[in-house]
């Protein structure tokens, strides 16, 4: 086992415990979570294999095949991410709103 | 003959206590009702206002303009208003428009009545720059809404019973003047263009929209685009 190996090992497990503590209402959530984890621990330890399944979808390398797909997941989770913040936006408006009017005060002239 | 009362002028407000008293005293004087939205300002123009009849209201946290004005749009239809008016707190627009505003909108059977500073009749002292900005926002503006407007991000506006109705904003910052085309066009609202006078002082130039702000703006018009 090289070091590198070890590190993301480790990262994996990590962040899988952490997934497990803060999702483990649901069973699938539980499924889901140690899927990831098997992967990317296998991925981990055959390296190999990445390269195969680059090659499979015409890529030259395995490296490269993560990146292009991480780009990908990463920028539709940026856009699902924004999307969800405009929804909160929204909602919190509404709230300063409806207090803003409800405590609307009418000046008196003197 | 309206009654000016049920005229209502929405005056978004932050932080303007220079100028805000005296923006207000004119529109009071033409007999109008005025809703001014204080969009949470820490320069207490709250108290500048004090001993104006007023209906003020206050957002607990800094939304923007666009909020602000919607917050606005609310309060007024639920005091029975048969006209908005959207006026800007910085003393760059004529309380006088707003009557001819009116008289046009009854002439031309429209809905929404959009000020603008580049039709004949109107005086501005709007710099080249600005006016070259402004002419690419009405192509933007166009292109996003389908409406070409002589002026763009002109913050004089009339709005009847019906586009009041029919118009939501929820850009809370400068892409609501965009979002005010794009939602006559889709409501298929009847709309107007007045010629009206725009003031830059020294003050409304420093603290107004910059050039520079035209890029943020459009990012934020693509956002809306993309997103709604």
Redesign the interface.
């Known amino acids: 086992m090289t070091i590198i190996q070890i590190i993301l090992t480790i990262g994996i497990v990590v962040i899988t415990i952490y997934m497990y503590l803060r999702l483990r209402s649901s069973l699938l959530d539980v499924i889901l979570v140690a899927l990831f984890f098997a992967a990317g621990i296998f991925f981990v330890l055959f390296p190999e294999t990445t390269n195969k399944l680059a090659h499979w979808v015409g890529v030259s390398r395995g490296a490269d095949l993560l990146s292009y797909s991480s780009i990908l997941f990463l920028f539709f989770l940026i856009l699902k991410l924004?999307?969800r913040l405009?929804r909160v936006?929204?909602k919190?408006?509404e709230l300063?709103?409806n207090?803003?009017?409800e405590?609307?005060?009418?000046?008196?002239?003197? | 003959m309206n009654d000016n009362r049920s005229i209502f002028v929405i005056i978004p407000c932050y932080n303007e206590a220079r100028v805000v008293r005296k923006t207000v005293a004119d529109v009071l004087e033409k007999g109008y009702s005025v809703i001014l939205v204080d969009d949470c300002s820490k320069d207490g123009s709250k108290k500048q206002l004090t001993g104006l009849p007023i209906y003020y209201l206050r957002h607990r946290v800094n939304l923007g303009q666009g909020a602000a004005l919607q917050t606005g749009i609310d309060f007024a239809k639920k005091k029975g208003a048969n006209y908005i008016v959207t006026f800007d707190a910085d003393g760059q627009h004529d309380s006088n428009d707003i009557a001819g505003m009116i008289k046009l909108i009854e002439k031309d059977k429209s809905d929404i009545v959009f000020g603008s500073r580049f039709l004949p009749g109107s005086k501005t002292n709007a710099s080249g720059s600005r006016t070259f900005v402004l002419n690419m926002a009405r192509y933007i503006n166009y292109f996003v809404s389908g409406i070409l407007l002589s002026d763009a991000y002109n913050g004089l506006r009339l709005l009847d019973r019906k586009a009041a109705d029919n118009i939501r904003l929820t850009e809370n910052k400068m892409a609501h003047a965009t979002q005010f085309q794009v939602l006559s066009a889709k409501n298929r609202l009847r709309y107007s263009e007045y010629p009206n006078n725009i003031q830059y002082t020294e003050y409304s130039s420093g603290k107004g929209l910059r050039n520079w702000d035209g890029i943020k703006i459009f990012f934020e018009i693509l956002l809306y685009k993309i997103f709604s």
């Open positions: 924004y999307a405009r936006e929204q919190f408006t300063v709103r207090k803003s009017i405590e609307a005060e009418e000046f008196k002239q003197n």
